[in-house]
Protein backbone atom coordinates (compact mmCIF):
# COMPACT_ATOMS: atom_id res chain seq x y z
CA UNK A 1 0.00 0.00 0.00
CA UNK A 2 1.30 3.30 -1.26
CA UNK A 3 -0.17 5.99 0.61
CA UNK A 4 -3.10 6.84 2.81
CA UNK A 5 -4.18 10.46 4.99
CA UNK A 6 -5.33 10.60 8.85
CA UNK A 7 -7.61 12.76 9.60
CA UNK A 8 -9.23 13.22 13.29
CA UNK A 9 -12.73 15.26 14.02
CA UNK A 10 -13.42 16.01 17.34
CA UNK A 11 -16.21 17.30 17.04
CA UNK A 12 -20.16 16.65 18.92
CA UNK A 13 -23.52 17.47 17.61
CA UNK A 14 -25.33 16.97 20.40
CA UNK A 15 -24.57 18.71 23.83
CA UNK A 16 -25.59 15.49 26.31
CA UNK A 17 -22.73 13.25 23.85
CA UNK A 18 -19.74 15.38 25.49
CA UNK A 19 -17.61 11.88 24.81
CA UNK A 20 -17.49 12.05 21.13
CA UNK A 21 -15.40 14.69 20.86
CA UNK A 22 -12.86 12.83 22.48
CA UNK A 23 -12.19 10.00 19.63
CA UNK A 24 -9.25 10.81 17.64
CA UNK A 25 -7.11 11.38 20.69
CA UNK A 26 -8.53 7.64 21.95
CA UNK A 27 -7.42 6.36 18.55
CA UNK A 28 -4.47 8.00 18.65
CA UNK A 29 -3.31 7.36 22.19
CA UNK A 30 -2.99 3.53 20.57
CA UNK A 31 -0.12 4.48 18.26
CA UNK A 32 -2.38 3.89 15.21
CA UNK A 33 -0.09 6.06 13.33
CA UNK A 34 3.25 4.14 14.07
CA UNK A 35 1.14 1.11 12.90
CA UNK A 36 0.24 2.12 9.97
CA UNK A 37 3.83 3.64 8.99
CA UNK A 38 5.17 0.07 9.45
CA UNK A 39 2.69 -1.13 6.81
CA UNK A 40 2.26 1.69 4.30
CA UNK A 41 5.00 3.38 2.36
CA UNK A 42 3.30 7.09 3.05
CA UNK A 43 0.80 8.17 5.98
CA UNK A 44 0.08 11.68 5.65
CA UNK A 45 -1.39 13.12 9.07
CA UNK A 46 -3.77 15.35 8.67
CA UNK A 47 -3.94 16.08 12.72
CA UNK A 48 -7.14 17.02 14.18
CA UNK A 49 -9.66 19.54 12.91
CA UNK A 50 -9.94 22.07 15.71
CA UNK A 51 -12.68 21.78 18.68
CA UNK A 52 -15.55 23.88 17.83
CA UNK A 53 -15.17 27.65 18.81
CA UNK A 54 -17.21 29.10 22.19
CA UNK A 55 -19.41 30.63 19.18
CA UNK A 56 -19.72 27.76 17.48
CA UNK A 57 -20.48 25.54 20.41
CA UNK A 58 -23.13 28.13 21.37
CA UNK A 59 -25.17 27.93 17.44
CA UNK A 60 -24.81 24.61 17.25
CA UNK A 61 -25.39 22.61 21.06
CA UNK A 62 -27.38 25.31 22.17
CA UNK A 63 -29.32 26.60 19.23
CA UNK A 64 -28.90 23.91 16.61
CA UNK A 65 -28.33 26.23 14.12
CA UNK A 66 -28.76 23.98 10.57
CA UNK A 67 -26.54 26.88 9.25
CA UNK A 68 -23.65 26.90 11.78
CA UNK A 69 -23.82 22.84 11.29
CA UNK A 70 -23.95 22.72 7.66
CA UNK A 71 -21.20 25.17 7.42
CA UNK A 72 -18.45 22.87 9.90
CA UNK A 73 -19.79 19.41 7.63
CA UNK A 74 -18.66 21.46 4.23
CA UNK A 75 -15.67 22.33 6.15
CA UNK A 76 -14.92 19.02 6.54
CA UNK A 77 -16.09 17.91 3.31
CA UNK A 78 -13.23 20.17 1.80
CA UNK A 79 -10.40 18.77 3.73
CA UNK A 80 -11.91 15.54 2.63
CA UNK A 81 -11.60 16.47 -1.21
CA UNK A 82 -8.36 17.83 -0.58
CA UNK A 83 -7.07 14.58 1.03
CA UNK A 84 -8.40 12.84 -1.74
CA UNK A 85 -6.62 15.08 -5.07
CA UNK A 86 -3.59 14.60 -2.72
CA UNK A 87 -3.78 10.92 -3.25
CA UNK A 88 -4.03 7.93 -1.33
CA UNK A 89 -6.85 6.73 0.95
CA UNK A 90 -8.92 8.99 3.26
CA UNK A 91 -8.86 7.53 6.69
CA UNK A 92 -11.36 9.92 9.13
CA UNK A 93 -11.70 9.28 12.80
CA UNK A 94 -14.75 10.33 15.17
CA UNK A 95 -17.14 10.26 17.65
CA UNK A 96 -20.39 11.82 16.54
CA UNK A 97 -21.59 9.81 13.32
CA UNK A 98 -22.63 13.28 11.91
CA UNK A 99 -19.34 13.72 10.53
CA UNK A 100 -19.67 10.59 7.93
CA UNK A 101 -22.41 13.13 6.12
CA UNK A 102 -18.92 15.42 5.79
CA UNK A 103 -16.61 12.46 4.90
CA UNK A 104 -18.89 10.79 2.42
CA UNK A 105 -19.57 14.31 0.26
CA UNK A 106 -15.97 14.69 0.56
CA UNK A 107 -15.58 11.63 -1.87
CA UNK A 108 -18.03 12.32 -4.38
CA UNK A 109 -16.71 13.31 -8.02
CA UNK A 110 -18.18 15.04 -11.13
CA UNK A 111 -17.07 12.52 -13.03
CA UNK A 112 -17.81 8.83 -11.62
CA UNK A 113 -20.45 7.60 -8.92
CA UNK A 114 -19.51 6.85 -5.45
CA UNK A 115 -20.24 3.46 -3.86
CA UNK A 116 -20.96 3.82 0.19
CA UNK A 117 -20.51 0.39 2.47
CA UNK A 118 -22.74 1.69 5.21
CA UNK A 119 -21.99 -0.73 8.80
CA UNK A 120 -24.08 0.65 11.03
CA UNK A 121 -26.72 -1.10 13.49
CA UNK A 122 -29.09 2.19 12.13
CA UNK A 123 -30.04 2.71 8.85
CA UNK A 124 -30.05 6.53 9.36
CA UNK A 125 -33.06 6.44 6.61
CA UNK A 126 -35.19 8.87 7.93
CA UNK A 127 -36.51 11.66 5.60
CA UNK A 128 -38.22 14.34 7.94
CA UNK A 129 -35.77 16.20 10.06
CA UNK A 130 -34.68 15.18 13.51
CA UNK A 131 -33.24 18.31 14.87
CA UNK A 132 -32.62 16.82 18.08
CA UNK A 133 -30.80 13.56 15.96
CA UNK A 134 -29.42 14.73 12.47
CA UNK A 135 -27.73 11.04 12.60
CA UNK A 136 -31.26 9.73 11.82
CA UNK A 137 -31.02 11.67 8.61
CA UNK A 138 -26.95 11.20 7.26
CA UNK A 139 -27.93 8.14 4.86
CA UNK A 140 -31.52 9.28 3.74
CA UNK A 141 -29.17 12.74 3.01
CA UNK A 142 -26.82 10.64 0.87
CA UNK A 143 -29.36 9.39 -1.27
CA UNK A 144 -31.31 12.55 -1.90
CA UNK A 145 -33.97 11.44 0.18
CA UNK A 146 -33.45 13.41 3.12
CA UNK A 147 -34.34 17.10 4.31
CA UNK A 148 -33.09 19.62 2.15
CA UNK A 149 -31.69 21.54 4.75
CA UNK A 150 -28.97 18.93 4.80
CA UNK A 151 -28.73 18.35 1.17
CA UNK A 152 -26.11 21.12 0.68
CA UNK A 153 -23.86 19.17 2.60
CA UNK A 154 -23.32 16.55 -0.75
CA UNK A 155 -23.49 19.37 -3.14
CA UNK A 156 -26.32 17.82 -4.50
CA UNK A 157 -24.73 15.12 -5.59
CA UNK A 158 -26.28 12.35 -4.48
CA UNK A 159 -25.25 8.68 -4.03
CA UNK A 160 -27.82 6.25 -5.83
CA UNK A 161 -29.34 3.87 -4.15
CA UNK A 162 -27.95 0.85 -6.27
CA UNK A 163 -24.59 1.73 -5.02
CA UNK A 164 -25.66 1.52 -1.56
CA UNK A 165 -24.79 -1.21 1.07
CA UNK A 166 -25.99 -0.95 4.76
CA UNK A 167 -24.81 -4.12 6.90
CA UNK A 168 -25.59 -5.14 10.25
CA UNK A 169 -28.90 -3.16 11.40
CA UNK A 170 -31.00 -3.86 13.96
CA UNK A 171 -32.46 -0.95 14.74
CA UNK A 172 -34.87 0.29 11.94
CA UNK A 173 -38.52 1.24 11.41
CA UNK A 174 -40.57 0.59 8.61
CA UNK A 175 -40.14 3.77 6.72
CA UNK A 176 -36.71 3.34 6.84
CA UNK A 177 -37.32 -0.27 5.35
CA UNK A 178 -39.62 1.87 2.34
CA UNK A 179 -36.87 3.52 1.49
CA UNK A 180 -34.28 1.15 1.23
CA UNK A 181 -36.71 -1.09 -0.87
CA UNK A 182 -37.91 2.04 -3.05
CA UNK A 183 -34.28 2.94 -3.59
CA UNK A 184 -32.93 -0.64 -4.08
CA UNK A 185 -30.37 -0.62 -1.31
CA UNK A 186 -28.48 -3.78 -0.53
CA UNK A 187 -29.15 -4.58 2.91
CA UNK A 188 -28.63 -6.96 5.30
CA UNK A 189 -29.81 -6.73 8.93
CA UNK A 190 -28.67 -8.87 11.85
CA UNK A 191 -31.62 -10.98 11.41
CA UNK A 192 -30.09 -11.67 7.91
CA UNK A 193 -26.84 -11.84 8.63
CA UNK A 194 -27.62 -14.99 11.56
CA UNK A 195 -29.61 -16.85 8.70
CA UNK A 196 -27.09 -16.83 6.06
CA UNK A 197 -24.32 -16.49 8.07
CA UNK A 198 -21.45 -13.72 7.79
CA UNK A 199 -19.46 -15.62 5.29
CA UNK A 200 -21.92 -15.57 2.54
CA UNK A 201 -23.23 -12.78 3.31
CA UNK A 202 -19.45 -11.44 2.97
CA UNK A 203 -19.35 -13.43 -0.69
CA UNK A 204 -22.18 -11.58 -1.41
CA UNK A 205 -21.30 -8.00 -1.49
CA UNK A 206 -17.42 -8.89 -2.39
CA UNK A 207 -19.64 -9.86 -5.54
CA UNK A 208 -21.54 -6.75 -5.60
CA UNK A 209 -18.96 -4.58 -5.43
CA UNK A 210 -17.11 -6.18 -8.04
CA UNK A 211 -19.58 -4.61 -10.63
CA UNK A 212 -19.26 -1.16 -8.99
CA UNK A 213 -17.49 1.74 -10.89
CA UNK A 214 -16.01 4.85 -8.89
CA UNK A 215 -14.91 5.78 -5.49
CA UNK A 216 -16.25 3.03 -2.59
CA UNK A 217 -16.36 4.49 1.05
CA UNK A 218 -16.69 2.34 3.72
CA UNK A 219 -18.37 3.59 6.63
CA UNK A 220 -18.01 1.91 9.93
CA UNK A 221 -20.15 2.97 13.15
CA UNK A 222 -18.99 0.61 16.29
CA UNK A 223 -22.59 0.56 17.61
CA UNK A 224 -22.65 -2.58 14.49
CA UNK A 225 -20.15 -4.55 16.57
CA UNK A 226 -21.06 -6.01 19.33
CA UNK A 227 -20.63 -4.15 22.68
CA UNK A 228 -18.64 -7.27 23.90
CA UNK A 229 -15.75 -6.02 21.74
CA UNK A 230 -16.78 -2.22 21.71
CA UNK A 231 -18.13 -1.04 24.66
CA UNK A 232 -16.61 2.48 23.96
CA UNK A 233 -20.10 3.98 22.07
CA UNK A 234 -23.26 5.93 23.20
CA UNK A 235 -25.65 3.13 21.56
CA UNK A 236 -25.05 -0.07 23.52
CA UNK A 237 -27.20 -3.30 22.88
CA UNK A 238 -26.30 -6.80 22.49
CA UNK A 239 -26.41 -9.12 19.06
CA UNK A 240 -24.20 -7.07 16.98
CA UNK A 241 -21.52 -8.17 14.31
CA UNK A 242 -18.52 -10.39 16.55
CA UNK A 243 -15.03 -9.64 16.50
CA UNK A 244 -14.14 -12.96 13.66
CA UNK A 245 -16.97 -11.64 11.68
CA UNK A 246 -15.89 -7.60 11.08
CA UNK A 247 -12.35 -9.00 11.07
CA UNK A 248 -12.87 -11.67 8.17
CA UNK A 249 -15.15 -8.53 6.19
CA UNK A 250 -12.47 -6.19 6.73
CA UNK A 251 -9.65 -9.05 5.01
CA UNK A 252 -11.98 -9.65 2.44
CA UNK A 253 -12.29 -5.54 1.46
CA UNK A 254 -8.78 -5.35 1.31
CA UNK A 255 -8.78 -8.37 -1.18
CA UNK A 256 -11.52 -7.08 -2.92
CA UNK A 257 -9.04 -3.67 -3.46
CA UNK A 258 -12.22 -1.74 -4.22
CA UNK A 259 -11.69 0.74 -0.75
CA UNK A 260 -11.00 4.38 -2.15
CA UNK A 261 -11.92 5.96 1.78
CA UNK A 262 -12.86 4.89 5.58
CA UNK A 263 -14.47 6.74 8.03
CA UNK A 264 -14.81 5.03 11.59
CA UNK A 265 -17.49 6.86 13.74
CA UNK A 266 -19.41 6.63 17.19
CA UNK A 267 -16.23 6.45 19.35
CA UNK A 268 -17.21 7.93 22.86
CA UNK A 269 -14.08 6.92 25.17
CA UNK A 270 -16.26 8.10 28.35
CA UNK A 271 -17.90 4.83 27.91
CA UNK A 272 -15.31 2.76 27.36
CA UNK A 273 -13.26 0.01 28.92
CA UNK A 274 -9.81 0.94 28.95
CA UNK A 275 -9.70 2.40 25.32
CA UNK A 276 -11.00 -0.96 23.65
CA UNK A 277 -13.13 0.12 21.44
CA UNK A 278 -10.20 2.17 19.42
CA UNK A 279 -7.77 -0.22 20.12
CA UNK A 280 -10.33 -2.53 18.06
CA UNK A 281 -10.67 -0.26 15.39
CA UNK A 282 -7.25 0.30 15.08
CA UNK A 283 -6.97 -3.86 14.87
CA UNK A 284 -9.17 -3.40 12.12
CA UNK A 285 -6.95 -1.22 9.88
CA UNK A 286 -4.14 -3.33 10.81
CA UNK A 287 -5.94 -6.67 9.53
CA UNK A 288 -6.96 -4.94 6.98
CA UNK A 289 -3.60 -3.04 5.54
CA UNK A 290 -1.60 -6.68 6.06
CA UNK A 291 -3.29 -8.21 3.86
CA UNK A 292 -3.10 -5.24 1.26
CA UNK A 293 0.74 -6.22 1.93
CA UNK A 294 0.44 -9.74 1.51
CA UNK A 295 -0.76 -8.99 -2.06
CA UNK A 296 1.29 -6.63 -3.10
CA UNK A 297 4.14 -9.16 -1.49
CA UNK A 298 2.42 -11.62 -3.94
CA UNK A 299 2.13 -10.48 -6.94
Known sequence: MKKIGILGVPWMFHEERQGVALAPYAMRYTGVISMLEKLVDVVKDYHNMAFFTDMEQ?????????K????????????????KVEGGIPIVFGGDQLISLGSIAGMEDKEIEQTVIWVNAHADMGRELKQ???????????IGRGPAELGTIMNHRFVSGDNVCIVGTRRIDYDEFRVIEEEGILHYEMTTIDRMGFAMVTDEIIQ????????VHLVLDVDAIDPEFTPGTDFISQGGIYWREIRYFMKNLALSDKIDAMTFVGI???????????????SLLEEYFQVKNMQIDHF
Open 58 to 66: EAILKSKDL
Open 268 to 282: NPLNDDKNKTSQFVV
Open 132 to 142: DNLCHNVMATV
Open 208 to 215: WLAKQDGN
Open 68 to 83: AITYKLKELREIVMDM
